[in-house]
Nanobody, 121 residues
Framework: QVHLVESGGGLVQAGGSLRLSCAASGSTFSINDMAWYRQAPGKQRDLVAR???????NYADSVKGRFTISRENAKNTMYLQMNSLKPEDTAVYYC???????????????WGQGTQVTVSS
């Protein structure tokens, strides 16, 4: 079993910054792509940023230049540095990871429980 735990959410004023963390634990033989998604009330869950195991990144257009995704493979941890936050960034942010539990297992997609980010105007 694999567990993903997010932390770092909270309430911040527009223009402020937050740093989210996602720590993976359990049977993590290899962690491939990791990503942050977000879901605002009444809306679908959307990709915010993705990072591969070798560090290649891609971002949603709405966060380019403001958010930075990174990871520490030795710690099985991913981060999302969010700067110049806007009220429209308000959402529950979810961590996602593609994980193989062992060398012979297939890859599964795992989700964290989510962390609330609220940006006040």
């Amino acid at each position: 079993q694999v567990h993903l735990v997010e932390s770092g959410g909270g309430l911040v004023q527009a223009g402020g910054s937050l740093r989210l963390s996602c720590a993976a634990s359990g049977s993590t033989f290899s962690i491939n792509d990791m990503a942050w998604y977000r879901q605002a009330p009444g809306k679908q869950r959307d990709l915010v940023a993705r990072i591969t195991s070798d560090g290649t990144t891609n971002y949603a257009d709405s966060v380019k230049g403001r958010f930075t995704i990174s990871r520490e493979n030795a710690k099985n941890t991913m981060y999302l540095q969010m700067n110049s936050l806007k009220p429209e960034d308000t959402a529950v942010y979810y961590c996602n990871a593609l994980v193989k539990a062992s060398i012979s297992s297939v890859q599964y997609s795992y989700w964290g429980q989510g962390t609330q980010v609220t940006v006040s105007s």
